[in-house]
């Protein structure tokens, strides 16, 4: 893939940069068959770089959640074009695929999903013990770097009901970076919380997002949120719509 395609496809940064997007769709179609066949995602176009955060809107049902799962190669387009980190997820076989899903991508939900038997510092790291086997020195310095960097330094051998909500989802997002990835797909990561969580944790998310140069993707119903995201994409009737100036 070269920057001579992003033409064709909306809202991509700038067509110009020499760096490839880190995400890049173009007329996905998404349709789930059954008694009723259910199109979901009717032709979605989306370039994503690195580095940037992006924020999705839409109503219940409208397809983000849809679109967040083909993006982290947890389900397979019906037609058209993806491509993470320049790999079509839909060539690469079961190995290739879990591998692409530790090393370049890194999820965060509405709820935490953290291990109850686990403490603050263990969940953080699990990625990497899953990934390598172990946990270097070096992976678990960084992980520690980025739990006292989100203020979780006092609750590192707390586990997840001794901890409040927001510092869960703290953890969570700590986690979701342990392995450096390159995309960072948060579906609704502040639902769960209170509007002053909800703020901390999202300003967080955003900090940690500009100093580690990952791409993050958020579906999120909040639109004071949403106005602090480099891009804001509406997604309605299948497709995705930029929405540069929130009423």
Do not use: W
Request: with cysteine.
């Amino acid at each position: 893939m070269t920057d001579s395609s992003m033409p064709s496809i909306p809202f991509a940064p700038d067509p110009g940069q020499s760096e490839p997007p880190v995400v890049f769709a173009e007329r996905v179609v998404k349709t789930y068959f059954g008694k009723v066949d259910t199109p979901v995602l009717k032709g979605v176009d989306l370039c994503v770089r690195q580095g940037e955060f992006i924020a999705i809107m839409g109503q219940s049902g409208s397809g983000k959640s849809t679109l967040l799962n083909l993006i982290g190669c947890l389900d397979r387009p019906t037609s058209g074009r993806l491509e993470i980190v320049g790999a079509n997820p839909a060539r690469l076989g079961d190995d290739d695929l879990a591998r692409l899903r530790s090393e370049v991508l890194g999820f965060v939900f509405q709820s935490h999903h953290l291990l109850t038997e686990f403490t603050c510092l263990e969940n953080a790291l699990l990625p990497i013990m899953i990934r390598r086997g172990g946990i270097p020195d070096v992976e678990r310095s960084h992980v520690l770097k980025l739990l006292y960097r989100v203020g979780l330094q006092g609750e590192l051998n707390k586990r997840p009901d001794e901890m409040s909500g927001g510092q869960n989802q703290r953890t969570a997002i700590v986690r979701a970076l342990a392995n450096r990835p390159r995309v960072v797909l948060a579906d609704e990561p502040t639902g769960n919380l209170d509007s002053a969580s909800g703020s901390e944790v999202f300003r967080l998310f955003r900090e940690l997002g500009r100093e580690t140069g990952v791409a993050v993707i958020m579906v999120t119903h909040d639109d004071r949120l949403a106005r602090q995201a480099d891009r804001v994409l509406l997604i309605a009737d299948g497709q995705l719509h930029p929405l540069a100036d929130l009423p």
